[in-house]
């Protein structure tokens, strides 16, 4: 069995909130790292996109097990690549390939520098055409942005915008497993070209569905973890807060 811990959102932005919400589920991830095999943080990694905001994320992701990485909105590229990749600065997409274990996983960079709406740009989806071409087995997609409404609506206006170029390239490549996103601060599970869409729960608040009472944005509601199960070719998915 595969074990992927998948945490979104963690919003590093210099303050003991954020960076204790951050911390804390980091602390239980690496109490469970005997039984993990990779950990994906899928995108707003920083709140501002500031140079000491990434140097906080570098301190804070860090695991025995891959820690994989990729940019949100509020993501800034050259002080990402600077900060957490020791890249010269530039604002080109950043996507990234790993091969775990015999499990492939496409870090896509959706991010529209000083934009919230997410866009895979074509440079962006031919690499995933190529990457995916290029080998076998079991793969992942993960990017900030999900590729189709959630049924709330801030999240639906801020979503990946021309989503059809991705579905084109996930319905050319069987081997890919599922989509994996964040952006929503709320976990839930869809389908998307005939592969499931899982969305990792925030880490620095929680997004409320439409239907229920309070303010839409929840600071106070702990952070959660999705951890998704691939075996024999099924995959199951397991959510939980971090107290």
Not at 18 to 45: P, Y
Not at 102 to 129: E, K, Q, Y
Request: net charge negative; glycine share 8%.
């Amino acid at each position: 069995m595969f074990v992927i811990a998948h945490i979104s959102d963690i919003h590093l932005d210099g303050t003991e909130r954020s960076t204790g919400r951050a911390a804390r589920v980091m602390d239980h991830l690496r109490t469970l790292e005997e039984h993990l095999d990779v950990i994906l943080v899928t995108g707003d990694l920083a709140d501002h996109g500031a140079e000491p905001e990434y140097e906080e994320v570098a301190r804070i992701a860090t695991a025995s097990v891959p820690v994989l990485l990729c940019p949100g909105n509020h993501d800034a590229r050259p002080p990402y690549r600077k900060a957490l990749l020791g890249e010269d600065p530039d604002d080109s997409p950043i996507n990234r390939t790993y091969r775990i274990g015999g499990v492939t996983f496409l870090m896509a960079d959706s991010s529209i520098p000083g934009r919230d709406p997410g866009l895979l740009d074509d440079p962006t989806l031919a690499w995933l055409d190529r990457e995916l071409a290029s080998d076998d087995g079991p793969a992942f997609i993960c990017l900030h942005h999900p590729p189709v409404p959630l049924h709330m609506p801030f999240v639906d206006g801020i979503r990946l915008q021309r989503p059809d170029g991705l579905a084109a390239v996930v319905e050319r490549h069987p081997r890919v497993v599922a989509v994996l996103c964040g952006h929503a601060h709320t976990p839930a599970a869809t389908t998307f070209a005939g592969r499931p869409l899982l969305v990792a729960p925030g880490v620095a608040s929680t997004v409320k569905l439409p239907w229920e009472p309070g303010p839409g944005l929840d600071r106070d509601l702990p952070p959660a973890i999705a951890f998704h199960l691939f075996d024999d070719g099924r995959l199951t998915t397991h959510f939980r807060l971090v107290a």
